[in-house]
Each structure stands twice: as structure tokens, then as C-alpha cells.
């Protein structure tokens, strides 16, 4: 009997720890904390900061020396380290590394969900929600909304203190290839709608190789045929 209580108070234990690392609405970041990396620019050094990756736009944050946290300039920016993730940057996008082949890469989008989320009674209204598509979800006091994208506060230690105090914030991902600049969804239909593909080619192709198009050793197949042409 105190074995069995021991094991589910360590399940519980792990339950909740598990639950303090997934994004809130008061913590919209693929890491449950700032992390050390290294920020890689065409022609610099690489700059080492904390970073974590903000799950609307997949746009890219540090803390700066002061402890606020910051927009990172992607000027001339080509990727970033973070442990043993790596991240490419294209389309104005930090997107997650699954595979990297002479021709090009296999990448994963984190978004965050704020659909699932937004009231249906309209007391956060979706207007507010895509009226900030465009800006940098940086902490403003002037549209102070944990339901829209913005951080509650700029000041990193506040915010990682009330990260917990919020409601869960649901990811949604997507893969992609990408060739050069090019970025594309990883299904059937984006890849066969690509201008100049032999329609007729590809589909043999992914009859006799078996394509899934879940897996990201069967992603690699599709790239190294498209970057073979």
C-alpha cells in the first residue's frame, strides 16, 4: 500500500512538471524557459544570448543584459543552436531542423493556437487576435491581452513567474521542405502542385518508395528528388 502511494505521488509529481513546461497564454514559447544559444549571421560571429522561440509568427526572442526581453534583428540571419535543437531561418521564420540534405532541409513550424482559447462569448473578441498579426507580441501597454499574443510583461523573471498562472496554450505543427528560399508544405498536394514537376514521374516515384508523409526519413526521400532535378 505505501509502494502504491509512493508510485502515484511520483506520477503525480511528473504530471505536473510536465504541465509547467507546456506554453500558456501568459508564456507563448516553444521552451518552457530562455535557453543558451548562439545566433548565427552570413559574415559574423555567432552571438550567444537566451533564447526561446515565440509560437506566434515563429518569431525569435532574447533577454537582453537589463533582463527584458527582446526581439532579436534577423538581419543577415541564416539559423540558431539551442542545445542540440537546431533552427533555420527562412520566410521570416525560426523553424525547427528534422533533417538537412545537400539540397536542402526538413523543418517544423511550432504556431500557437489562440482559437481554441478566444471566448465565444466575445469578451476577447477575434479582431484583437488578428489585428496583431503583424506586429511583435513585445510586452505593450496599450494592448495589454494574454489572448492575443502579447506578453503580459517584458521583464523576463515576472513573466516566468506567471507563466503557470494561465490557461493552457494549445501548439499546432507544420512541416515543410525547403529548398533555397523556397518553403513547402510537406503533403502530397503541395509538392505536386510545384511548377515544372513531372506529375506523372512523381507519382511513380511515391508508389514505388512507399512515401509517408509523417515521416521524416520519407520527407528526405521527396527532397532529394526534387533537388536531383
Not at 68 to 83: M, S
Not at 136 to 158: H, I, P, R
Amino acid at each position: 500500500m505505501k509502494r502504491l502511494l509512493l508510485v502515484c505521488m511520483a506520477a503525480l509529481m511528473a504530471a505536473t512538471a510536465l504541465a509547467q513546461d507546456e506554453p500558456t497564454t501568459k508564456w507563448p514559447y516553444l521552451y518552457p524557459e530562455f535557453k543558451a544559444g548562439e545566433l548565427m549571421r552570413v559574415g559574423k560571429a555567432p552571438v550567444r544570448a537566451l533564447y526561446n522561440v515565440h509560437l506566434s509568427l515563429s518569431s525569435l526572442h532574447y533577454v537582453g543584459k537589463n533582463g527584458r526581453i527582446k526581439e532579436a534583428d534577423t538581419w543577415g540571419v541564416t539559423g540558431l543552436v539551442v542545445g542540440e535543437d537546431k533552427f533555420h531561418f527562412v520566410a521570416g521564420k525560426m523553424l525547427k531542423i528534422l533533417a538537412e540534405t545537400e539540397g536542402g532541409y526538413i523543418v517544423k513550424e511550432y504556431k500557437a493556437n489562440y482559437s481554441s482559447v478566444i471566448k465565444d462569448d466575445g469578451a476577447y473578441g477575434s479582431s484583437s487576435l488578428t489585428s496583431t498579426t503583424t506586429k511583435s507580441f513585445l510586452y505593450n501597454e496599450n494592448a495589454l491581452n494574454q489572448y492575443n499574443g502579447y506578453l503580459m510583461t517584458d521583464v523576463y523573471k515576472d513573466l516566468l513567474a506567471m507563466k503557470n498562472d494561465a490557461e493552457k496554450l494549445p501548439v499546432l505543427e507544420e512541416t515543410y521542405l525547403v529548398i533555397g528560399n523556397q518553403l513547402i508544405v510537406a503533403n502530397k498536394k503541395s509538392v505536386n502542385d510545384l511548377e515544372g514537376l513531372d506529375k506523372k514521374a512523381f507519382k511513380a516515384f511515391l508508389k514505388e518508395n512507399d512515401i509517408n508523409w509523417n515521416k521524416t526519413e520519407d520527407l528526405v526521400k521527396v527532397l532529394n528528388y526534387l533537388t536531383a532535378k
